[in-house]
C-alpha cells in the first residue's frame, strides 16, 4: 500500500538538527520524506538566539526548545559528552536541570502534537526525549532511530537509566543502522529483536564524488570532533613518529574545551605541517576529500561512521579502527584500500588504558607509513569502483527501509 501524501510525521530531536551525525541523518530523512510529499514537522534543541537555516524544512514547521535561555539555564546536553559546540555533559546534569530539561520538553512536544496532529512520530536516540515522547503520547505510533552515542549514555549514565528503560522500551519500532548495533540495542533495553529494522545510514552520493590526487605531498585527513574519544590526540601523538615522510595532516570539525585545547596543543609541536579547517559544509568537505590521499577515523567509539564511505567515495584510501560499524561498512573493501587496527580492551566505552597508550600510537603510525607508501606506489581507487563499493548506500535507499518501519507500525 503507498502512503498518502498527507502523511503527517513529527521528527524530534534533542540535539541541534545542523550539527554532527544524527542531525545530518534527520535532515536526510526531512529531506527524503518532503520528496515523497508528506508533511514534517520539527521539534529540536538549539541554543538561544542561534536557530539554524535548514534547507529541508520551514522555520515555521518547526518548535525549537532554547537553552542557554530562562527556562534551560544551561548549553544543550550533547549525546557525546564532547560537541563540536558548547554543550552540557548528561552525567553531569543535576536533578533541577534534569527536571527543567524534561518539563520544557514536554511542553515543545504536547504544543507540536496538539498543532499538527501527526500520524506518527520519528524520534532520535533511545534516551531522555524519546522516553518522555512515548509516556505522554502513547497513543501515537512511533520509530525511534538509535545513532550509538545514545548507547554508550545508557551504559556511562546509570542513574539516568530508570528514566528511559521502560518508556524506550514501548517504542513500537527500532531503527539500527548496523547488525551490531540491533544486537546492542536488543542486549541493553531487552527489546525483541522483530521491533528493531536494521535501515543502515547514507551519503550525499552528488556531494561525495572521485577526484584526481597530486602526486606529493601525501595528504592526510580526519573529519569529525576534535575529542579523545574520536583517537584525535592519538593520531596527532602518532604523528609524531612520521619524521622523514613527505605528508600534510588535515583536521575538519571543531571541539570545545580541554580535549580541543590538547589537540591544537599536539598539533603545534609537530614537525609535519597541520592545518585546521573547523567545521565544514558538507560541500567544502567534499572538496576537501577529493585532494586527500588518506582518509583517517582512530575512534574508539562509532556506530556506523558513513564518513568513511564519503572519503571512500572521494577516492581515498582508509585508515580506521577495527571496530563493528566500520568493519560493517568496510569489510568486504580490498586490503590496499582500507586498513583496519585492532583496538586492545578499553578501560570505558571510548578510552583506551594509559598502559596501551605507546603501542597503539606506533601501530597508527606504522599504518600510515604503510598507506603513504601505497599512495606514492600503487593506484588509487578510481570513480567506476568506488562507486560500485558505495552505491548501495544512498539515502532513497535507507529511506525506503525507514517507510517500511512506518508502514509496519502503522499496520499499513
Known amino acids: 500500500m503507498v502512503f498518502s501524501p498527507r502523511l503527517k510525521i513529527l521528527h524530534i530531536l534533542s540535539q541541534r538538527p545542523d550539527a554532527t551525525g544524527s542531525g545530518f541523518f534527520l535532515q536526510n530523512m526531512l529531506r527524503q520524506s518532503a520528496a515523497r510529499g ?38 544543550i546536553p550533547g549525546m557525546s559528552d564532547v560537541m563540536p559546540y558548547r554543550s552540557s555533559v548528561f552525567s553531569e546534569l543535576t536533578e533541577k536541570e534534569l527536571l527543567a530539561y524534561e518539563k520544557v520538553f514536554v511542553e515543545k512536544i504536547r504544543h507540536a502534537a496538539e498543532e499538527f496532529l501527526p500520524d506518527i512520530i520519528h524520534s532520535h536516540h533511545l534516551w531522555l526525549v524519546t522516553a518522555i515522547t512515548r509516556r505522554i503520547l502513547p497513543d501515537i505510533p512511533m520509530v525511534t532511530s538509535c545513532h550509538s552515542t545514545d548507547l554508550r549514555q545508557f551504559v556511562q549514565c546509570e542513574h539516568l537509566r530508570s528514566r528511559v528503560y521502560e518508556d524506550c522500551r514501548k517504542v513500537e519500532s527500532i531503527l539500527a543502522l548496523s547488525k551490531y548495533q540491533s544486537q546492542m540495542i536488543s542486549r541493553l533495553y531487552q527489546i525483541d529483536s522483530d521491533r528493531i529494522d536494521i535501515v543502515g545510514g547514507g551519503f550525499n552520493q552528488e556531494v561525495f564524488n572521485w577526484g584526481q590526487k597530486d602526486a606529493s605531498p601525501v595528504h592526510l585527513l580526519y573529519a569529525g570532533k576534535l575529542s579523545f574519544a574520536k583517537g584525535v590526540d592519538w593520531l596527532l601523538r602518532a604523528c609524531r613518529l612520521l619524521t622523514g615522510l613527505q605528508v600534510q595532516l588535515h583536521l575538519a570539525g571543531s571541539g570545545a574545551g580541554h580535549e580541543a585545547e590538547v589537540c591544537h596543543v599536539l598539533a603545534d609541536k609537530l614537525e609535519i605541517p597541520v592545518q585546521f579547517h573547523g567545521n565544514l559544509l558538507q560541500p567544502q568537505l567534499a572538496a576537501l576529500m577529493r585532494t586527500a590521499h588518506i582518509f583517517i577515523l582512530p575512534s574508539f567509539y562509532e556506530g556506523l561512521p558513513l564518513v568513511l564511505l564519503e572519503a571512500l567515495a572521494s577516492g581515498c584510501r582508509i585508515i580506521t579502527t577495527n571496530l563493528p560499524g566500520s568493519h560493517e561498512l568496510l569489510g568486504n573493501v580490498r586490503h590496499d584500500w582500507v586498513q583496519f587496527i585492532d583496538l586492545p580492551p578499553l578501560q570505558t566505552v571510548d578510552q583506551p588504558f594509559p598502559g596501551d597508550r605507546q603501542h597503539l600510537e606506533e601501530k597508527l603510525a606504522a599504518a600510515v607509513r604503510h598507506m603513504v607508501d601505497l599512495a606514492q606506489k600503487t593506484p588509487a581507487p578510481t570513480g567506476t569502483e568506488v562507486c560500485e563499493l558505495t552505491a548501495p548506500h544512498s539515502w532513497e535507499g535507507v529511506f525506503s527501509r525507514v517507510t517500511a518501519a512506518y508502514r509496519k507500525v502503522l499496520k499499513l
Not at 520539527?42 to 542561534?50: E, S
Not at 535548514?54 to 542557554?68: A, E, G, H, S, T
Open 38 to 75: 508528506y508533511n514534517n514537522y520539527l521539534v529540536c534543541g538549539v541554543p538561544a538566539g542561534d536557530i539554524p537555516v535548514l534547507d529541508c524544512i520551514d522555520k515555521d514547521r518547526c518548535n525549537f526548545v532554547f537553552f542557554d535561555s530562562p527556562d534551560l539555564h544551561f548549553p
